[in-house]
């Protein structure tokens, strides 16, 4: 079992949609959890972090970690073309030195 | 501000051949570094990492090496490339003065492929 799983996709859906991006993890030392994305040929950029359980939001953009379920979530709300990229998810436990990478999410907004 | 560059951008390198990917950071000092390898749909596996110079830790055993002569400069090296070390090579930085999530910062990569 990989330490994080994150569903390839690829996901395609209509400009203005909710959309729900999720990962799941086996290592309860995992504390800090990160939503990274990444353009086609670029590298990732962090988007959202969050520290142990609960509900973060910025902007259209909302990450909700569940530690008891071991699974994270990004949402966007009122996607835009703009959004279309690869969504990441890491996370890591204090030493950042050992952050772990979910393998991404192909996202397409499509006007 | 900080700022971190790579180069090559791409490179096409026959099997057997010698790599040097080189990674610079500018506008911090003391940075950790990191080298990491993205596969298609296989996320970013680390590879290297250093919290000094001359200090390298490495998380998979395979044919590559990394090494930082200077503060703010990583290299990764191979003596000679294998097919399965095609993919796109990332290096990030952090600051280990920063927050406690340490947030990486990713170059721009380079796209390597292995012919």
């Known amino acids: 079992q990989k330490e994080v799983e994150q569903d390839p996709g690829p996901l395609s859906v209509p400009e203005g949609a909710i959309v729900s991006l999720n990962c799941t993890y086996s290592?309860?030392?995992?504390?800090?959890f990160m939503w990274y994305r990444q353009y086609s040929r670029k590298g990732p950029e962090l988007l959202m972090y969050t520290y142990s359980s609960g509900n973060k939001e910025d902007g259209r953009f909302t990450a909700q970690v569940d530690k008891s379920s071991k699974y994270i979530s990004l949402f966007i709300r009122d996607s835009q073309p703009s959004d279309s990229a690869t969504y990441l998810c890491a996370m890591s436990a204090y030493n950042n030195n050992d952050m772990r990478f979910g393998a991404g999410t192909r996202l397409t907004v499509k006007p | 501000s900080q700022t971190i560059h790579q180069w090559p951008a791409t490179l096409v390198q026959p099997v057997g051949s010698p790599l040097s990917l080189e990674c610079t950071v500018e506008?911090?000092?003391?940075?950790?570094l990191y080298w990491y390898r993205q596969a298609a749909g296989r996320g970013l596996q680390l590879l290297f990492y250093s919290v000094g110079i001359g200090q390298i830790s490495s998380e998979v055993p395979q044919n590559l090496s990394a090494s930082r002569p200077q503060d703010r400069q990583f290299i990764l090296s191979s003596k000679k490339l294998l097919l399965s070390d095609s993919g796109f090579y990332l290096c990030a930085w952090s600051d280990p003065r920063g927050r406690a999530y340490n947030e990486q910062f990713f170059g721009p990569g380079t796209r390597l492929t292995v012919l």
């Open positions: 506008g911090t000092s003391n940075p950790n």
């Open positions: 290592n309860s030392a995992f504390q800090y």
